[in-house]
């Protein structure tokens, strides 16, 4: 029993003196802790550093309703400082926040447009290391710098960065443009041919209101951007990448317009090697409905049916075409055709992958698209007066 | 060298308690004398001048040849039938003829006068004084070195009543009361087997309770009879109030906080732990009868499972295990959450919950342990007060604390959430509160110090525990480690009660099939019921 | 607690198998740097040439019913060699123990709590397997068939979650390799994780039944290689190129979860699944070297061992390596060669010799 005493003292005195060692090290108090939710990367106007800008929230702004409260202030923090590197700089900003910045809840990388243009991957190499960084961040680049487009007011919701994300996240609704994550972006890096892209965002100003824009994607080079698609580009980007989720169509038919919902859309690609000539052959598949058009004529007869797949098939190939055309132009393999080839072709891929820059801009695609129209939506003929033949 | 001086300590324990055996038979071994004066000393002696011992000296036959005397203890015994089937019979009915001795007219009296059942012979003093303690009424006869201890209690007790700790809707209503006779009625009128057997014993050197193993013959394996056995024997001490005392002498793992010692007031529930190959102990005084061996699984079991349908049964007993996990580990993991992983909440959530902690001057940790303390004694308090005091408490419990605490900012609304549901799961699995509510602590504990790592290592460290704890020889997680397919039919869901064909295997293995034949399907004629 | 004192039966020795394996999952990804997207393919491979040396680890165990293998040492070497193999044998245990701890502290420090320092895991860690060692072999028994169900679960239903980020074109081309890098990919995969179930052989003496020990073992090989396969594919189709340059790619692929808005950020159940498979390795770890050392030593019970041994493999835990990439430097270039001899060599010919000398000998019922 004095002996079961002694060993129970002894734990007690263990665990007093474990309490005083331990205890503090991850510890964070959730209303102390700075949450981050969006990082911006610029070059600093020195031109040697780099500057960061940090989103902080204010969850006491947050309290309430949304918008019931305008009466406070804003409900995030900008918080800007410059440092040699990215981490160099976070950690700057402890002059001013209040404690070390928490960077786990990060949703957004805004990268400004001179740091894309001089090379990405030096500066998101911190954040592949740091633990925190979460693969699903959104990774968009600034048409300016990325102070401005956190610095937009949102309409919507109350965070900046939070509206990028909802922004970048709706993209997919008209398929000009797509979330790249952060995950994606590092195996676009990692890739030997395939160019990374990033949906571009731009702030239009007015005298008053402020908006965000996401206008088209950014092309990177190896990590360097060197050109932007349009939002037709983007959308020929789209249909090859296989990431089209709806969007609208609109066609000439007959002198009007049609306008077509995209329901469904499917790719294949298969490179074929002949000789020393390399084709990649695209197929497309594509369903659609008519949701709009401007004629008064009736379309939904089989004739017009088939005539409006023909032309259907015309506007989804000039799409891709511009895309393709403007990759060439710049030579990037934005499409990943490159890693097809590799896919399929592995022992001709070394000679091939240390040629790529060389073959890319001649490289033959072949496109074929088949697609179909499902319906006429809640009506099948246009309401003008019917004669009855 | 050491084995000889044990062998030496050894020796002298026996000899003391060899010695020891043979004072307690000299005391036993007083006998009546045939004097009553003598005898009447004694007993006044041994018993004292308390004035609940009646003595009562008569003459016996409508003669009045004998002199005897009738020793009870006032309130035990029932007065209506002392004075019409001994007092009215011995005075007015016994005629004797002189030459009887002394001797047989004790004897005549038994046989021909008495209409009592189980009256006994007793000769030696102890076991008179224990018959008067147990209620019984000693008659003493002058001339005669014997006494009759007639049995006639009667003392005021509770009536059955439904059991306040396992009130049912669906099932038997009647609860154990503390008299031991009548639980064990209870239990006979259940169990209508000649199989029941028990086993008397009466422990406990002051109060002399009575303790008495009920169980299966041909069920129960005949080797945990004999570690009860052994165990009872093993128990010197002076007073047995409640089954608890017993608990406490018997368990397997005495510092556990986990009961390895199951019990009940319901006689259904006894029933079918007796019929699963358990045992049962009766103790009186107490309405909760013990079972063994425990499972840790028995905890989440209920009878109500196995009267309502299975899918719903099966359905509160993965709620049950669901509040188990909330109870203990909810303010563990809001702790660890809050504090450590902020990582792991969803953003929006995180926002709001970083709003609510907004302004609270404690760290999460202090916030929950205050919390919590301030629950138990909530909840302490509420238990012992009267019904309408009671709802007072509760009032002032959730109005001041919870509102006030929140508006004045001292405890974030999240934390008031959880408090609450660990709160209300804990009240799930009723058997369990009390260890639930320390490993609560240990949890919040481990969470405070280590976060998440610290989480799962307690966890892991009762796992283990839990694992290697037995109780009567049968391993305490049993149908879960070690895993016994037939046992899950009766685990996590509850099967149909007639897809259980065996019984748990460890507890029944001696009889292990409960029914051979499952369930059948409709005959044929089924159709034709209503067709006439 | 006698060394031999718990009794397990065949399931409970699969899945202590199983989970012992899945308690490696995470130190081999550097696999992934050599073999890329045809690790799947030297995780196979590896699996189909580990079989035989399984079953012939099963086979000395059934031959020399009831003993372990520091007595298999002493009857087939003879009591002077069989003493030094034993102990070469003891240093390699304790090394494991040692080496699985410190990866515990690692994956603690770098993914789930990054400021607190390495020795708190440690530590805490080592006593909790303390604990359990002391309680014998029974309790880690019993609890293994919920780690391996736990972490089949864990495994299973994050592949579920993940269905719409898996791309299996990222497998393409299939063996791509050189040869030479496929080999020793498949070296470790074998080494590592597959082959380091040869220290069952001082578990396998406490079957309550060696009848059927080659399925059960072989049993538990198969589940333990096929969650490790299953690991492997959902972290390269789901992560692609990029799971190659990440520390622990597990880890990072279930960080991707993103289902609604809620449902999300629920790595820490990967967490707690590699912890407690981890536990099981280590409680093994803990308990073979103990029972081996007790064995050599002729103890009666190995409990006196317990604090030291833990406490010198704490410590070796902390100052072994000094940094990770030496850790893995050393792990794909020399441990892999180290452990050869104990997982190849010496129990196929204590196999072979046991055969040809007809060995054990009985003396009535005893086995000498």
Redesign the interface.
């Known amino acids: 029993m004095k002996k079961r005493m002694i060993i129970l003292f002894k734990i007690l005195i263990s665990t007093v003196i474990l309490f005083n060692l331990t205890g503090c090290w991850n510890a964070n108090e959730l209303n102390t802790l700075p949450i981050v939710v969006g990082i911006g990367i610029d070059k600093a106007p020195s031109d040697e550093e780099v500057q960061v800008v940090a989103q902080i929230i204010k969850p006491q702004e947050l309290q309430g309703s949304l918008g019931s409260s305008d009466g406070g202030g804003e409900a995030y923090w900008n918080l800007t400082s410059t440092g040699e590197t990215i981490f160099d700089a976070i950690r700057e900003m402890t002059h001013e926040s209040s404690g070390r910045l928490y960077t786990a809840h990060n949703q957004i990388i805004v990268i400004g447009n001179k740091i894309a243009s001089e090379g990405v991957q030096k500066y998101l190499d911190f954040f592949m290391r740091a633990h925190e960084t979460r693969p699903n961040t959104l990774i968009v680049i600034s048409s300016n710098t990325s102070t401005e487009i956190l610095d937009t007011k949102p309409e919507l919701t109350r965070i900046p960065a939070e509206s990028i994300t909802r922004l970048s996240e709706a993209q997919e609704i008209q398929s000009h443009s797509k979330k790249v994550t952060f995950q994606d972006f590092t195996n676009y890096l990692m890739s030997k041919t395939t160019s990374p892209v990033a949906p571009l965002i731009t702030s239009l100003k007015d005298k008053e209101t402020s908006t965000l824009k996401i206008e088209g994607m950014a092309i990177f080079k190896g990590d360097q951007m060197v050109g932007q698609l349009d939002e037709s580009e983007s959308r020929g980007l789209l249909w090859v990448t296989g990431d089209i989720k709806t969007g609208a169509l609109v066609v000439p038919y007959k002198n009007e317009v049609v306008t077509l919902e995209i329901i469904n859309a499917k790719r294949k690609i298969t490179p074929k090697i002949q000789g020393d000539n390399i084709y990649i052959h695209v197929e497309i598949k594509e369903e659609g409905k008519i949701v709009e058009q401007t004629s008064k004529e009736n379309l939904a007869t089989l004739q017009d049916f088939e005539e409006l797949k023909k032309v259907q098939n015309e506007a989804i190939k000039s799409e891709i075409l511009s895309a393709l055309n403007k990759a060439q132009e710049l030579n990037t393999d934005i499409f990943g055709f490159g890693e097809e080839i590799h896919k399929k072709y592995k022992e001709e891929w070394k000679e091939i992958s240390s040629n790529w820059d060389k073959i890319f801009p001649s490289i033959e695609v072949e496109i074929e698209i088949q697609s179909s129209i499902d319906s006429t939506g809640k009506i099948s003929h246009p309401a003008v007066p019917q004669s009855l033949e | 060298m050491f084995n000889y001086l044990k062998k030496i300590i050894h020796y002298k324990k026996a000899i003391t308690k060899h010695t020891n055996n043979l004072d307690d038979e000299k005391d036993q071994g007083v006998s009546l004398t045939s004097h009553l004066d003598e005898n009447l000393n004694m007993l006044k002696n041994i018993l004292g001048n308390s004035n609940d011992i009646i003595i009562k000296l008569l003459n016996i036959g409508n003669n009045h040849d004998y002199k005897g005397a009738l020793v009870y203890i006032d309130g035990l015994v029932d007065k209506t039938m002392l004075y019409e089937s001994i007092m009215r019979p011995l005075q007015n009915e016994m005629s004797c003829s002189k030459d009887c001795s002394n001797l047989t007219v004790l004897d005549r009296i038994n046989e021909r006068l008495l209409s009592s059942t189980n009256i006994d012979n007793v000769s030696k003093i102890k076991l008179l004084i224990d018959n008067i303690l147990t209620g019984n009424t000693v008659l003493l006869l002058d001339g005669s070195n014997q006494a009759l201890a007639i049995p006639l209690q009667k003392w005021e007790k509770r009536s059955i009543e439904q059991p306040v700790t396992e009130s049912v809707v669906r099932g038997p209503h009647q609860g154990f009361t503390e008299t031991i006779s009548t639980n064990i009625t209870l239990l006979r009128r259940i169990i209508k087997n000649p199989d029941l057997r028990m086993e008397s014993y009466t422990i406990g050197d002051q109060t002399n309770t009575n303790v008495c193993i009920v169980y299966m013959k041909d069920i129960v394996n005949p080797k945990l009879i004999t570690e009860i056995n052994t165990r009872l024997d093993r128990i010197k001490t002076d007073a047995i109030l409640e089954s608890g005392y017993i608990e406490a002498f018997i368990e397997d793992a005495p510092y556990s906080i986990f009961a390895t010692v199951g019990n009940c007031e319901k006689p259904d529930k006894v029933a079918s732990k007796i019929l699963e190959g358990r045992a049962a102990i009766f103790v009186d005084g107490s309405p909760f009868v013990l079972t063994v061996p425990l499972l840790f699984i028995e905890n989440f079991q209920s009878t109500e499972d196995y009267y309502s349908r299975p899918y719903f049964s099966s359905m509160t007993r993965l709620l049950r295990f669901v509040s188990y996990f909330i109870t203990i580990l909810s303010p563990g993991i809001y702790v660890a959450l809050t504090t450590y992983h902020q990582e792991l909440i969803p953003t929006q959530l995180l926002f709001t919950m970083a709003a609510g902690q907004y302004g609270i001057p404690f760290p999460s940790a202090i916030e929950t342990l205050i919390m919590l303390i301030i629950f138990d004694i909530l909840r302490e308090a509420g238990i012992r007060l009267p019904k309408p005091v009671g709802s007072a408490v509760s009032i002032v419990g959730a109005l001041v604390l919870g509102e006030s605490a929140v508006s004045a900012g001292l405890i974030s609304p999240f934390m008031v959430i959880i408090v609450a549901l660990t709160a209300i799961s804990s009240f799930v699995i009723s058997s369990q509160t009390d260890s639930a509510a320390i490993l609560r602590y240990f949890f919040l504990l481990l969470a405070g110090l280590f976060g998440a790592f610290g989480l799962i290592m307690g966890f892991l460290f009762i796992l283990v525990y839990l694992a290697s704890l037995r109780s009567f020889g049968t391993p305490y997680l049993l149908p879960i480690s070690p895993l016994s397919m037939s046992g899950m039919k009766d685990t996590f869901i509850r099967a149909p009660i007639w897809a259980m064909l065996k019984r748990p295997k460890t507890i029944g293995k001696y009889n292990l099939n409960r029914q051979t034949e499952s369930y059948m399907k409709p005959t044929e004629n089924n159709r034709n019921i209503n067709d006439e | 607690m006698n060394i031999k004192e718990g009794k397990i ?1 065949n ?2 020795l699969m899945f202590l198998v199983a989970s012992f394996m899945l308690g490696t999952s995470t130190f081999i990804h550097f696999m992934d740097t050599i073999a890329f997207h045809d690790s799947w393919l030297a995780i196979l491979t590896a699996f189909v040439i580990c079989i035989p040396f399984v079953l012939c680890y099963s086979a000395l165990a059934k031959r020399f019913q009831g003993k372990d293998l520091i007595q298999i040492n002493d009857i087939i070497y003879g009591s002077f060699l069989g003493k030094i193999i034993s102990i070469l044998y003891i240093v390699y245990f304790f090394l494991l123990l040692s080496l699985n701890l410190k990866g515990l502290g690692d994956f ?1 420090v ?8 390495k020795p ?2 440690i530590i ?2 080592a006593l ?1 397997c303390a ?2 060692v002391g ?1 014998g072999l ?3 028994a ?2 293994s ?2 780690t391996v169900t736990y972490a089949i679960f864990v495994i299973t239903g994050t592949f579920l979650l993940l269905y719409s980020e898996v791309d299996f ?1 990222n497998f ?2 299939i063996f ?1 390799l050189p040869i030479k890098d496929f080999i020793q990919s498949v070296h470790i995969v074998a080494a590592i994780p597959f082959c380091e179930v040869m220290v069952f052989l001082m578990v396998m003496p406490s079957l309550n039944n060696f009848g059927e020990v080659n399925k059960y073992m072989l049993l538990g090989f198969a589940l333990g290689a096929l969650c490790l396969l299953v690991i492997s594919v959902r972290d390269t189709s789901v ?4 799971s ?2 990440s520390n622990n790619a597990a880890y ?1 692929t279930v ?2 979860i ?1 289902i609604g ?2 449902f ?5 159940v990967v ?2 699944g590699i ?2 498979c981890l ?1 099981i390795k280590i409680c093994v770890l803990y308990y073979i070297t103990l029972a081996s050392i007790a064995q050599l030593l002729k103890l009666k019970s190995y409990k006196t061992l317990i604090i030291p041994i833990g406490g010198i493999a704490i410590i070796i835990a902390f100052i072994a390596y000094d940094s990770i990439v030496s850790h893995n430097y050393s792990a794909k270039n020399y441990h892999v060669f180290y452990t050869i001899p104990y997982q190849f060599i010496i129990p196929p010919v204590s196999l072979l010799i046991a055969k040809l000398r007809r060995l054990p000998k009985r003396k009535g019922r005893e086995l000498i």
């Open positions: 039966n399931s409970q603690y770098g993914y789930v709590m990054p400021e607190t320092p708190v895991f805490i860690f909790v604990y359990t309680h029974e309790p880690m019993r609890i068939h919920l074109t393409l081309p791509e992560l692609g190129t990029s190659f340059i990072q960080r991707i993103e808005e809620f999300t950020r629920i790595e820490i967490a707690m912890t407690i536990f």
